[in-house]
DNA sequence: CTACCAATGAAAATGAATTTCACTGGATCG
DNA sequence: CGATCCAGTGAAATTCATTTTCATTGGTAG
């Protein structure tokens, strides 16, 4: 299933000439898709039927299959290994910045709890009304996002990333309301300030942030997601891809928590945004 | 290369068992993959040697390649030709959205016209301030983003989602504006209204749109981008994904048009960051 | 009506992948 | 310290998949 993974090797669970091969073909994926297993075994230097073992203990059926495994894993999670080289053309920032979200877009979805996913959908369903705290433009974007996403489903959903606000928003809050965080570092001490209030007064909270991270620490349900950091400082982190991909899951097990609400009230914001527009039935929800 | 369009036959230069084979490819791309060239003869009723002329009309060097080949496809690309099946669970929700994702970014890779994004940033790196207009969440979504990538370079810029705001904007934006207007539909009207009265009065405008919608016939420099939509109305279109990555890819375009202008600024507001928050290095420009 | 050609499958031939088996070197146990 | 075992490996044999060859069919053009 997860070969990226099993190339990679993480338990040492390979002998040597197998890691050598997991090496060779995590560099040279290209050729060892193209290739027989005779060529494979030449070029990497071992025999066949080492080979052979070596696609079974990852997990493959054969050597074959081994080759559709690898051509089906080529496109996303591999560049990770790649040492991330300065780019300077837009074939290579936009090859590198798409392969970069991919790889945040495969990662995330390895991640994520999807237990955690159904309890926070559960959670946010049942609310009488959500708070959305997020900062910084990224996180900011993504509380946005929510609130984009749930209000079309009929939930009462506020937005904010004013940290004053939120104190105050966090004092006030009555039974019934949840308040979502997000912080990709998990140290918006702001944020972390408001959950401790929260937990005292005993408003449940839902965070999605780094596991371990202080904010995760301050919520009662955390939806953790780690990303891996880039190095480039011209480069925005891919880690939005992978707070966006999570957003939208989660927004999804809210509408199914119970269809019948989700879709009267979708059905409505489309009627309405269909008569004011020029009829077109095709339109998007939101432009 | 393009295997998805050989499946397609646009042409029509498959025989007819041929043709029945593609669609059986198409349609069973997972039982193809696993499975001998005698299974998949016998599966769709025809002989082995069919389906090995089959495979090298459609270009490929034999069998074991079309495997690899249609294997690097499935992952992408291929879900489109798929009914979208109502999904319950969260696993099938995750895998959906995550792969319709990926879809959206690979589309807009292979779509993106780089020398019209260059142009872009050229603009927009010359410009004395920049407007960024966009509406109806998901737009306003994507010139947020703008801001925040582009605020940070030194760009003097504003993002608004206000129509009217926006028009009275346009009508007293000065020579060294420019306007950058977002759109998925391309039918946004408070838009084409700006962009009008912008071309009067020659403000440049750059306009991220599908081609040949009112939005792009009203702009000077379009950055084209076509989405197929999802037929599932709970779930938010991926289209999103698409955008944001041209808008990275457009952003670090602006960075590297000036690269010591972008460094200096990124530098500053880290070097404020790590002086207010814990002293951590690592933190990200933006939570 | 005849000859040809494209499409197809049966059978043979090829060649790739796997299994078997034997060997090696290092670890373990008495 | 030596005997034994075992994991790891490759050579050779085997199996099996793929491809090629060739014959047949059905349709089409002259």
């Given at each position: 299933m997860d070969l990226f993974h099993a190339l990679s090797d993480e338990g040492g669970r390979l002998s040597s000439l197998e890691a050598k091969l997991a090496q060779f073909a995590l560099e040279n994926v290209d050729f060892v898709v193209n290739s027989s297993i005779i060529e494979l075994a030449e070029r990497a230097g071992v025999s066949p039927p080492t080979v052979t073992r070596f696609c079974r203990r990852l997990g493959c059926q054969g050597y074959s299959d081994f080759k559709v495994q690898l051509a089906k894993m080529a496109y996303i999670g591999?560049?990770?290994?790649?040492p991330e080289a300065p780019t300077a053309t837009a074939e290579e920032v936009a090859h590198d910045i798409i392969s970069k979200a991919q790889n945040a877009l495969f990662e995330v979805h390895r991640q994520l709890d999807l237990a955690v996913i159904e309890k926070a959908a559960q959670m946010l369903r049942a609310a009488d009304f959500i708070q959305a705290f997020g900062a910084s433009g990224n996180s900011a974007m993504i509380v946005n996002e929510l609130h984009n996403r749930l209000f079309r489903l009929g939930c009462h959903i506020n937005a904010s990333n004013d940290h004053n606000m939120n104190l105050m928003i966090s004092a006030a809050a009555q039974p019934g309301t949840v308040i979502f965080g997000s912080s990709?570092?998990?140290?918006?001490m702001g944020l972390v300030h408001c959950l401790e209030l929260l937990r005292q007064r005993a408003i449940p909270t839902i965070v999605m942030t780094q596991n371990g991270s202080p904010v995760a620490t301050a919520a009662d349900l955390v939806i953790a997601i780690e990303m891996p950091e880039g190095k480039n400082i011209f480069r925005p982190t891919s880690t939005r891809y992978a707070y966006l991909a999570a957003i939208d899951i989660l927004a999804n097990m809210v509408a199914y928590a119970d269809r019948n609400r989700a879709f009267k009230s979708l059905r409505s914001i489309k009627e309405e945004l269909v008569r004011n527009r020029d009829g077109d039935d095709r339109q998007l929800l939101g432009d």
């Open positions: 591999l560049r990770y290994l790649k990709y570092t998990g140290r918006d």
